[in-house]
């Protein structure tokens, strides 16, 4: 996701939100999110006890060389990694390495792919072993923020609507959402106009048309909202430790609604529910 500072810079994210012609854009998203779909669906058979964070970023990366497809993240302001996998009370860009998975790890993974052209970014949510219930509920809740933000996203409805629909959900439920880190336009480009922020007033923001491309990828605490970048310049983590959850697709509006491009072709949407 962007970092809100950074993409605030006006080099970087001024200027009119792209929209995309139906036909085109629409298939070629369609196919390069198939491919960040299908490669979390392959990863649902790999996560377990004892495996380490970088084996799953090794797989990721061959997963996405056997589709034709190469890791958008791989060189992306200097990160080296296909994936990123945030644990626990890692909001988000945790990195990829021998941190070995344990029982009760509740697991974020991150992946983002370009293929001919077009980003697919998506990521969910995995439970390890024996998952504590408030943690599995984080998830949950997590799950249900982001859908509903989907479900807000139509032409005429605006920012600010897709924002509170997530917002309103996930403090109802005794949940925080970050607010540093948001999601995206993106298409031929990974990180582009406008910014998804998954707090918001209704009526408020930018009003969305039929061919605007973004993602939705809200990040939900137990404890409070804050969050600090650790020194490795990446991994974002709760500043009171508390569990932290995110899931994220990559969507179109369309004349009458919105198409999601990073379901999941073999229905493992919410991996997390598959926990023992
Ligand atoms: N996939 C992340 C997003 O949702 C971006 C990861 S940052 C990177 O936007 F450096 F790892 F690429
Ligand atoms: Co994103
Ligand atoms: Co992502």
Redesign the pocket.
Known sequence: ??YVQAVAAPERNIGRIKLHDRQDAFAGMRAAGRIAAGCLDMLAGEVREGVATGRLDDLARQYLFDHGAVP??VF??G?R?TV?TSLNHVV??GIPGERVLRSGDILNI???CVFDGWHG?T?RMYGVGDVPRKAQRLMDVTYEALMRGIAAVKPGATLGDLGHAIQSYAESERTSVVREFCG?GLGRV??DAPNILHFGKPGQGEELKPGMLF?I?PMLNLGSPAVKVLNDG?TAVTKDKSLSAQY?HSVGVTEDGVEIFTQSPAGLDRPHALAD
């Open positions: 996701m962007n958008a993240c992306y302001r990160y990694h990123c988000c860009h991150d992946v983002t970014d990521s995206h990974f990180h993602t990828e990446w994220e």
